[in-house]
């Protein structure tokens, strides 16, 4: 796996500690499409027994976060249908969600806003893919935290974590970045002038360019590797 730090608890349960650490490293990325999870190995690594850890990855795959193999469990593969689907919930759940966040965001949260900005500004500047996909996390959670709602908060995350796997390498495409940015850029200034309308528009169009470049470089990526084994079998 992409990310070897050891698992941390954070009180609750055993079952409940491995579940929020996984899912915590699929928000930040930290597994790639090729990773799997055995239940066995971590729970060697844990050195716990392999009952709550297979208990969390069930759960986690219950909520559509993994997917079961005969070798463990992985993220999913998604297609253009599941792409459609996640993009259709998250507009009809993030702009109202981000106009109630304008209205209650206190200052600490303001601050982390800022400082996530910050932070996506310079990846932009120094093409940095990793930063920014990080940065972006981080400016999502800091806004979501102000929503009193923790269904809808909860369900947001989870379906913006859905795509998180195919998400850091479309950030990778400088243009893309920019889009990021600059719709970053425009929810920061509706937050910070507590205007609830401009909040949903622009959570509206953010989800909108996020799909459309979505789709576009994937499309993209998926001829390019057809292409690519065309020409290797070619040549043979």
């Not at 491995?18 to 971590?42: K, P």
């Not at 206190?106 to 800022?114: F, P």
């Not at 470049?213 to 020409?231: H, K, N, Q």
Request: glycine letters at 6%.
């Amino acid at each position: 796996m992409s990310d070897e730090r050891p698992f941390r608890g954070s009180g609750g349960s055993l079952r409940a500690q491995i579940y929020e650490d996984i899912r915590d490293r699929i928000h930040r990325g930290a597994f790639g499409a090729s990773d799997r999870l055995v239940d066995v190995e971590i729970a060697g690594n844990l050195g716990v027994s392999r009952m709550p850890v297979r208990e969390a990855l069930l759960q986690l795959t219950h909520e559509g976060y993994l997917v079961g193999t005969t070798r463990g469990f992985m993220l999913p593969t998604l297609t253009p249908t599941d792409v459609a689907n996640i993009f259709e919930v998250r507009r009809c759940l993030e702009p109202r969600a981000a106009a109630h966040a304008a209205r209650t965001l206190d200052a600490a949260g303001m601050e982390r806003l800022a400082e996530a900005l910050k932070d996506a500004e310079e990846a932009v500047e120094t093409a940095d893919a990793e930063l920014l996909f990080q940065a972006n996390v981080r400016f999502r959670r800091s806004w979501l935290e102000a929503v009193d709602n923790d269904r809808l908060a909860s369900a947001i995350a989870r379906f913006a974590d859905h795509v998180q796997v195919v998400r850091l390498g479309t950030l990778t495409h400088q243009p893309t970045q920019a889009i990021v940015l600059a719709g970053m850029r425009k929810l920061y200034d509706a937050f910070t002038s507590r205007d609830s309308m401009a909040a949903f528009d622009h959570m509206t169009t953010f989800i909108q360019h996020a799909e459309e470049r979505f789709v576009t470089l994937t499309r993209a990526l998926e001829t390019a590797s057809d292409e690519g084994r065309r020409s290797q079998g070619q040549s043979q």
